[in-house]
């Protein structure tokens, strides 16, 4: 089982997050306490906005192919990034080798995009799924996980546009092929992805029992819980986080996302609403 | 411009070819002399097949992403490994990942397959080529090479029964796909590819001027021309070498293998004929 | 924590020992029940020596930075290897970086050497355990762990000659200077180190409580035993390994090595000494 | 022969030096034009200080072990960090092994230290020279090249007090010890080394004949020369490079730092003073 946040709001120090909370990411990946997997060794990725950044640039990224615990690279790199949204995954291979073009975030353009879940019976389905995106962007996939083929299909449903529509286009095609295939439950999936302004979130899965998912409580009510805590009080009312599994131990802080369910973090009011595939 | 070499004959040490001879695969890595590409850094790669290994066992394979002279692993298995049937592999990248999956050579049950060259604009061919793979192959693909969708592609088309015909049809079909999308030229090759038990080497181009390709000479005219030799005197009647580049400097130990033919190494006599794409 | 095996007696296909067993060396890395640390991603080693090895052959070594679990080379060397006498080694970090030349087992001419444990507060004790490395052997110290230190120690100490001494003149080194410095319960660990004829075992720590090491039962008693298992038939009465954790659970297969003492795996008998450290 | 460059001055985006100039510093990695070895594929390291870092602040560290050409994290990090102030190297290994602990720059608090030559006969000095340094000190060497023994030594002599007498000190011991040990012309160097304040550079071989090293044209000479060339009236007249190799083709801009002498880059006037070896 990978791990994963998503964070918007004021910029901070990547490491603020990837290595100081108590229960931070990549001491997650040490002792993921909750996964099916028992290790996350099998590579890291950290894709990142610049400040000031202008809109539609392209965010950077960072993906190694070791355990998170021992990249003295990415530890140097969250000492020295501040960042005002960027998303971070660890991995934990399911079965696609080991590599690079593997490593969570996928970047195209300006957007990024990471999961956490399978597509069942991949191998199976792979061929169909693939001939399904846009002939355009298929000289752009790069490795071999579902979990790109996934974005790849998303892009090609038009994710720049209707992002939440895409998504759900997306995993009713794998319901549609699964389905098709014999396969039973045939998707598992967390999902975050970005264009550099809006992150949008989803939880899903075929059986109705996804993996886990939190989002952040309000910064206000926050501070109103903590009046003395002054971490918090450096953040911005927009800041927010999401992650697979809550960081730190503070009563209140974390919400679960509902199942089937998806939402978005922008400037004013987040959005959630109801995940429902839509079959081809 | 990668480097490669093919081995069939009595069964010696690896490191006797890939470390010994003056002009061996590993210092070819650092002075490749006459190649494109200045250096071959990108992967390193070899398979060989067991001595007494029954008919139609896997070969064993070692892949590796660093530069090939600095790699101590294959150093220490080139000491340790004696094998009458192997194929080595340098890598210089024409821009695919560096990554353990694009390296060659190549397996699929008791086959191996490598390649020098390449198949120009491969991302704008890519797609319609991967569609003619055999579904009940697709899953098996495992890096983003132009060399392993060749590969693949001349299983589909029949690699294990009549393997010249196989890759002369993947060759057409490259032919046809290239002109179909205006690309010039598309594919330049040496190939050689192995059951375990007989070699098939390969040299064309869509141009009619393509990478070099030697054979050695036979073992009886070698030891005739180089009596005192006893180097070569170890060596059966039967033993045969096939390299992109020539190792040594042994006069009359290498002949060109000509454009626009294949060569196929085995028991008894081996054979040499004309090499044609069979279009679709 | 580390996990390690020695094994010694009919040539066996590493995979065997690597892969098979319920409990294998692999499958420990990934779910490493009874360590200190939860997991062994930073690193893997075998060191074999050949079938037929003329004596003081220097033995093969393979040695990978990343987990264990996800090594293809490693899987391929197991699966083509044949050894009648290896010492395998997944490591956990105590601290010092995930390199090739941290990773055991350690070699020097026909001798190997793997460590479990720990220099406490190897830092601060260091430089004068260097010191008294013979100056003709500084040079070959080719990584930074305690572990390698200890086999140069115990090389300066007459390792060729008297090996169960070397080694007890190396830990009361160790002790007489953690005592100087200051350091409670300075050593902790179990060795094996063989010159490919002999292989020598060691468990102890300064606080009389070491990490666990276990031997096998002789063959004839484990095949009166289990006269229905075939495996166990094919091994010589010489057959013999040393394992930081038992595998697999063969009832009565496994002795639990006593503290603070060694054994001695030979042809004939086998022995057991007690182990005592030397101060200098 | 490794590749090296330092940059004082303006801040810029790394990209625009590492990558970006006709003979930039990846470039010279894959066709090295005037070094011994033929390629630089061993690695490859940066050190940067932040815009606006305090003083002392420690700078940030990456560094990789395959061949600079195909990193892309480095590709990635150049495009998305701007300093005005680092250190970037290229090495290709004069024997020491390919690790992330033997790349450059190497770093003690606020310090980074780079070299280009080597100690001649490394192996029998290193000894004596790694007992010259500080106890102190001594624990914090983490590779096993001559180049950190060297910026050990210098800290040793006061590289932090007075950094040029240091590094003459240090040069001295090594010329001291090679005359002990019958080494002919131990020392060949050019080295970097800042506080992240000032940067010093040295150029010195026991031959008085040492590769090479420039640095650039002060900038309003360089403005009046190419009054049209927007690129360098961005640049303060304090910005500053050196380098091992120049880059780009500008005539006039860099000046061979003399034989035996070292600079000082620094707010106001640059210093260049007389190298010589302070023995023991």
Same mark, same amino acid.
């Given at each position: ?25 990549? $001491? ?10 028992? #290790? ?11 400040? $000031? ?22 530890? +140097? ?7 005002? &949204? ?14 690079? #073009? ?22 199976? &389905? ?7 995106? $846009? ?10 996980? $579902? ?103 503070? +009563? ?26 839509? +079959?081809?």
């Amino acid at each position: 089982m990978c791990r994963w946040l998503a964070y918007s709001g004021t910029p901070i120090r990547l490491e603020e997050l990837l290595y100081e909370p108590r229960f931070s990411l990549i $001491d997650q990946s040490m002792h993921s306490r909750l996964g099916v997997e028992t #290790t996350n060794g099998d590579g890291v990725g950290v894709g990142w906005y610049g400040v $000031d950044a202008p809109p539609l640039a392209e965010p950077a990224l960072f993906r190694g192919t070791g355990p998170a615990w021992s990249d003295l690279n990415l530890r +140097e790199l969250a000492r020295s990034t501040v960042s005002p &949204l960027f998303l971070a995954h660890i991995r934990a291979s399911t079965g696609t080798p080991v590599q690079q #073009t593997n490593c969570h975030p996928f970047r195209h353009g300006n957007w990024l995009w990471l999961h956490n879940g399978c597509i069942r019976e991949f191998a199976r &389905l792979k061929r169909d799924l693939v001939l399904a995106i $846009d002939p355009a962007l298929y000289p752009s996939i790069a490795g071999s996980t $579902d979990s790109e083929v996934m974005f790849y299909l998303a892009l090609t449903y038009g994710l720049r546009d209707r992002p939440a529509l895409a998504v759900e286009r997306m995993a009713g095609l794998v319901e549609y092929l699964g389905r098709a295939h014999g396969v039973e439950n045939p998707l598992q999936m967390t999902v975050a992805t970005t264009d550099g302004d809006r992150v949008w979130c989803f939880r899903y899965s075929s059986e109705g029992h996804s993996r886990s998912l939190f989002y952040s409580t309000e910064m206000s009510a926050l501070v109103a819980l903590y009046p003395e805590n002054a971490n918090l009080r450096r953040l911005s009312e927009e800041t927010r986080l999401v992650v697979s599994e809550p960081l730190g131990e503070l +009563e209140g802080a974390w919400q679960p996302v509902p199942e089937s369910s998806y939402g978005v973090i922008q400037k004013g009011d987040d959005e959630l609403g109801r995940f429902e595939p839509v +079959e081809p």
